[in-house]
């Protein structure tokens, strides 16, 4: 497997209410990016104040770091984690099939939601005082069916569909090492190259989506994703771009 980034700590707990909760606690005496895990979460959350089920033997994590910087710029870092999760998937299955990205946040394996991913950030003047990335994927466990809401991806689990076996701390070692590639990536060239990999490997790209937030709906086609990681639809009103949204296929 491969080996710790360098320069990344590791926070972990046997239980907490939730590492994106953890993280923001640690934040004032966090001196470097530190990943922190949990064995198990009692308030895990996703998008939008939803709750995120967390069955025993899946990842729960969260990386928190001060990155430098505006905090539309921060928030482009949903991509480099996406891409990290992606690569991360693949080093420990052995293949990239059926292995795609949803806008925004989100991993798919053979069309059901493996992985969702959750930034939160607290400002510092016009910047970011820390950023917190949590990331939730089912290794072992895929919850139910019925706990996810009306015309949602089914959720899916890395063994079921895959056959491996991978335990978390492993999982969370590819990921990290994954990210700390990407970041450096970002960090260095910008959004473009990362705009560049995550459009290779997105779901639904030149297909007809629905893109709904809490007071209106877009159907359009999904052609691409801009500068500002705003999703672009080609709409029977002509081309939209949309900053925060739930897709539906």
């Not at 590791?10 to 239980?15: A, I, K, N």
């Not at 053979?110 to 991913?117: D, S, T, V, Y």
């Not at 950023?131 to 015309?151: K, Q, R, Y």
């Not at 590819?174 to 997105?202: D, H, M, N």
Request: aromatic letters at 8%.
């Amino acid at each position: 497997m491969t080996k710790w980034p360098q320069g990344y700590g590791l926070h972990e707990v046997q239980e907490v209410d939730s590492t994106l909760n953890e993280a923001a606690r640690i934040a004032p005496n966090a001196r470097g990016p530190v990943w922190i895990m949990a064995h198990h979460q009692t308030a895990a959350r996703g998008r939008r104040g939803r709750s995120w089920a967390n069955p025993m033997g899946n990842l729960a994590a969260t990386l928190l770091m001060r990155p430098e910087g505006a905090p539309e710029q921060a928030a482009l870092r949903s991509f480099v984690a996406a891409l990290a999760l992606f690569d991360a998937c693949v080093s420990v299955t052995g293949r990239a099939a059926g292995l795609s990205l949803k806008w925004p946040n989100d991993v798919l394996l053979n069309g059901g939601k493996l992985a969702g991913i959750l930034l939160e950030s607290a400002g510092q003047g016009r910047g970011v005082a820390y950023l917190s990335i949590g990331i939730g994927v089912n290794l072992a466990n895929a919850p139910d069916a019925d706990v996810v809401e009306p015309g949602a991806i089914r959720p899916v689990s890395l063994l079921s569909e895959t056959g491996a076996n991978v335990t978390p701390e492993d999982f969370l070692t590819e990921l990290a090492s994954a990210y700390a590639k990407y970041e450096a990536q970002f960090v260095t060239y910008g959004f473009e190259p990362i705009r560049t990999a995550w459009l290779s490997r997105a779901a639904r790209l030149g297909e007809v989506i629905t893109a709904r937030t809490g007071t209106s709906e877009t159907v359009g086609t999904f052609e691409t994703v801009d500068a500002a990681g705003n999703l672009v639809l080609n709409t029977a009103k002509g081309r939209v771009s949309i900053p925060a949204a739930d897709v539906y296929f």
